[in-house]
C-alpha cells in the first residue's frame, strides 16, 4: 500500500501530547476539587451537627474557617471546571455539593462572625489566616517555688515615662495533668505588646498516681503571693491584678481568685496575696463532676482520665474531692467582675457547666459576663488569628481594663 502523502506521523503524534496532557490535567483537577468538595462538606456537616459521634468533632476546626472558606471556593471552581468537560449526573452531584459547602462555610464563618462583632471585636481579616499556635518566648523566666516551678515575664512593651503596667497572670489549661506556662505564649505576648505586665505560672500536675485536687490551688497561691511580692520590680502595678485561664486554668482562676477576694485561700508558699480586679476565663472545666460525665463517645474517656488522675477517682467515690473544686462553692460577695467565653460546640467541657455557673453567680450579685460563641469548639482559638482568638483577646482586653482600678 502505498504511504498517504498527506499523513505525517510526526506531526500526529505531538498533536496527541497535548491532549494527553490535558486529559492528565482535567483529571487531577478533577479529584482535586472532589477532595475539597469532601472536606468541606465534612466540616460544615460536623459543625452544624455536633451531636453526630466523630463527625462532630469538625468544629474543633473553626479556629481555621478561613482556609476551609479557601478550600470550598477552590472545590466548587475545580468542580465547575469538571462538570463543563464532562455533564455527568456524578459530575453534577458534584457541584451541588460544592455549592452548599460553600454556603455552609460562609453562614458558619457569618455567625462566628457576627458573635464577635456583636462583642465590639474588630476583626482583622488578614490575621485570620494565621494558623500559628505558639507565640514569641517570654522575657524572663525565674523560679518562684522550690519544687521546680517556674513562672514567665512577658514586660509591657510601653513608654519608659509611663506609669507602672496592671499586672496580669495566666493559668494554663490541660486538665490538670498536662500543660505549659508557655502554652498561650502567643496570648501573653498580645497583652504584654498592649503595656500589660504578664506573667505565666507553671504547677505540679497530677497523674495516675499523683493526685493534687487538694493542693494545686494553694500552688496558684503562690504563684499569686510571688507576683505581689515582685510585679514592681518588672515594672508593674499591682494594685491593678487581673487573672486569665482556660480549661481546666479557667477552674484554676475562678477558684483562685474567688477565695483570695474572700480570704480564704492559702498560699503553698506564704505571703501575702494580692485582690483580684477581674477575670477572664475561656471555655472553663467549672464543673468537674460534668467535666467527667462528658457524653462524647471519643473524648469523654479523656475527660475521665483528666478529672479522675486530679482527684483520684470518680465523682461517685470522691463526691466531696469534686465538690471542692467545683467553681459554683466559691460563689461569693467579693468575687471579682468576672468574664466567662464558651464555645457552644465544646465536645471536651460541656458548656452547660459554664452555663449554670453563670447563672449562679449572676444570681449572687456577681458582676459576670458570659460569651456563647456559636459553632465552635474546644480549643476555639487554638489558631492565632482565628476568631476565637481575636474575641478572646479583644474583649478581654476591654473587660479587665475596665474593671482594674486607676493607675496609682
Known sequence: MEPDPGHDPARSSRSGRPERSRSILAAAGATLGAVACVVSALFVLGVLLPGVPGLGLASIGSPYIAWVLILAVVGLVLAGLGYRRNRSLVRRGIVVVAALSLVGVLVIGGQILSAAWSHGVAVNPVALFDASVVGSGPDETTRYAGDSSDISIWRPSKDAAAPPAPVALFVHGGGWISGSRLDNSAHQRWFADRGWLVLSADYPLSSADRHLWDSTESQIGCAMAWTQQHAASYGGDISRFVMLGDSAGGNLVINTSYRANQGTLTSSCGGTLPHVDAVSVLYPAVDPAGFHDDPDVLLGSVARNMTEQYTGGTPGQYADRYRAITSTEYINSAAPPTLVIVGENDHLVPPQGAYTFFDRASEAGVDIQLIRVPYSDHVMD????????????????????????TPT
Open 382 to 405: 487554638r489558631a492565632a488569628g482565628s476568631i476565637g482568638s481575636q474575641l478572646f483577646r479583644q474583649v478581654s482586653q476591654a473587660w479587665l481594663t475596665e474593671h482594674t482600678r
